[in-house]
């Protein structure tokens, strides 16, 4: 397990330092002179070269990947061009208001998802088994930012059964000003027991999470169905049957368990994705996450803010995959020889 | 299913229901002039697998259309100019009728029209990127199978790099870098699409360059090229192919995203995402304008995913037999 656990680790830090490597590059290259968006179009020359001294831009491109590395580890990510404030700090500010929607989101896609996946494998190549795998079709093809506009216009907009946009009332900064402790919002307004504020957050937080769920759930349903199939040609789910359990009931209580690693490792790998598809989504519900940041960096082409976000998205992805890979390890030994 | 031997006839009419598929799979397996055994028992399979699953069957009738639409746009688009730069502005934002089936957009341009010049832009998208990342991860996956050792060490950790960044996100990075055109969404969708290849094929190409014909030509003195040509290629085509089919639907999905996000395609081509995105200001208002192109990007996307799903079903030595 030591070996697995070193060699493993030793591909993650490989491939985090191709990731900033390869960050670095776009970064490098894109058009346009960071020290005059800095610096604004009217500088002066002397402040251009002030500029260009201060993020280092004469140094050999060697040195400046090798600073650039280390600033990053010492938790420097650089000083964002458009908000003008570290892009660490933007980034934590961000990203916790990204972890509710998509955490949100993947209890959704883990609440349809498995139980549909089980429908469809109970009764399968039935009819229920078809609707859902049309279904779960459905929902993977569905492009987020077009199913975001079409409910955002329907739930909120024409029957006004939810709000619009947003992540909770803001006049109630006033009435019942939130505490923050980790600023996701609806775990602060839980802890402090600020009801006004949680209901308002479950509320403008249903729309957005149905949008993200869709993918993951669509996946999920597939995946289920496709390892409870799987399982149920084994012999001990056969033994089970013949032992007199009825079909659902050795579907939930005997292939479900085994069939859970597959679909666990598929939803910490769907999370990375999620968080980027939720960029989409943000932007339509004007989510105050990283999709809202990443849109605005884009705009106003802040390398700095643009290059954070990737790292981070890359590091969940390759963070989560690590985990993955270690919790299989651990629970099945045949994985660490590979 | 039973195995019974189909005589080469029925299976024949299975062809035209399936080209893009075959086309891959004829290429690599033509280059060795291998006899056409695997393409007629593939042919077989497939009429099987269209008759037991209705879905997969529907989503290759359903693509066939599309191609189709892509291909006769200009015959069969009620407003052919409206595809392109013609612009009526007293015809703006007119609702579905019999004129105009699917309403006008802002411009007065029939979005019929418009829709059916789109599927060229999202078809020509998806066959460029996925010719690109399969040429280029086919062969570096191919060599890294089949060489083993170190080679396929940093080609492999080389691919995992690429794989930390969804397609999205580098896409978007990559689209800022280069200027905003068809070519960018193809050259961004390509460079973040060929690591699975890559990995796919290597996966493949190792356990084919065990084989016994593998050893036997290289005991025969046979060059590597021309191993990794003749055999472990050709052999390796089939998952290939299945694949492209799968990620055709994400590479249309993707690509009207970063067309949405007013990245790529610009205005007088039509593009389904730069569609919506043109349109959701009105959506309250008029409907049609965001509604038809989204679901066009839907119905594309879900036919792909649907074929390549049944395709893989009914490749999968496992799921044959289920």
Known sequence: ?????????????????????????????????????????????????????????D???????????????????????????PVARDLTLAFPAS?????????????????????????????????????????????VFWLALVVQTVFAGNLGWFPV????????????????????????????????????TLWHLALPALVVAAYPA??????TRAALIEESGQDHVRLSRALGFGRTAVLVRFALRPAAGPVLSLIALVFAYAIVNGFLVEAVFNWPGLGRYAAASIRSLDTP??????????LLYVGSNLLVDLVQGVLDPRVRTR | MTASPEPAGPAEPAGPAEPAGLAGLAGPTGLGRRPARPLRLLLRRLLRTARADVLAAAGAVLLLAIVACALLAPWIAPYPEDGGTATHPTEALLPPSADHWFGTDQVGRDILSRVLFGARTSLFIAVAVLGLAAAAGVTLGVVAGYAGGWIRDVIMRVTDVFLAFPALLLSLALAVVLQPSVTTVVVALAATWWPWYARLTASVAQSVATRGYVDAARCLGVPAPLIVFRHVLPNSATPVAVQLSLDAGGVILTSAALSYLGIGVHDPTAEWGLMVQQG???????WWVVTFPGLAILVTAFAFNVLGEGLRQALDPRGATR
Not at chain 1, 100 to 124: D, S
Not at chain 1, 169 to 194: E, K, M, Q
Not at chain 1, 218 to 223: E, R, S
């Open chain 1, 99 to 143: 972890l509710e929607l998509v955490g949100a989101a993947l209890v959704v896609a883990v609440a349809a998802g498995v139980p549909l996946g089980v429908l469809a494998a109970r009764f399968k190549a039935g009819l229920p088994d078809l609707s859902v795998r049309f279904t779960s079709m459905l929902a993977v093809s569905v492009p």
């Open chain 1, 1 to 57: 397990m030591l070996r697995y656990l070193t060699r493993r680790l030793g591909q993650a830090v490989l491939v985090v330092a191709g990731v900033v490597t390869l960050t670095f590059t776009v970064m490098r290259l894109v058009p346009g002179d960071p020290a005059v968006a800095f610096a604004g179009p009217r500088a002066t020359p002397a402040e251009l070269a002030a500029a260009r001294e201060r993020f280092g831009l």
């Open chain 1, 305 to 314: 803010a643009i290059a954070g976000v990737t790292l981070l998205v890359a």
């Open chain 1, 59 to 85: 140094d050999p491109l060697w040195t400046q990947l090798w600073n650039y590395a280390r600033d990053l580890a010492g938790g420097d990510w650089g000083t964002s061009l458009h908000t003008r404030q």
């Open chain 1, 165 to 200: 946009a947003g992540e909770y009332d803001s006049s109630l900064d006033r009435t019942s000003p939130l505490t923050v402790y980790t600023d996701i919002t609806i775990v602060d307004a839980l802890i402090t027991g600020n009801w006004p504020v949680f209901t308002s």
């Open chain 1, 218 to 223: 669509g996946v999920i349903a597939q995946m």
């Open chain 2, 280 to 286: 959701q200001t009105l959506f309250t208002t008029d």
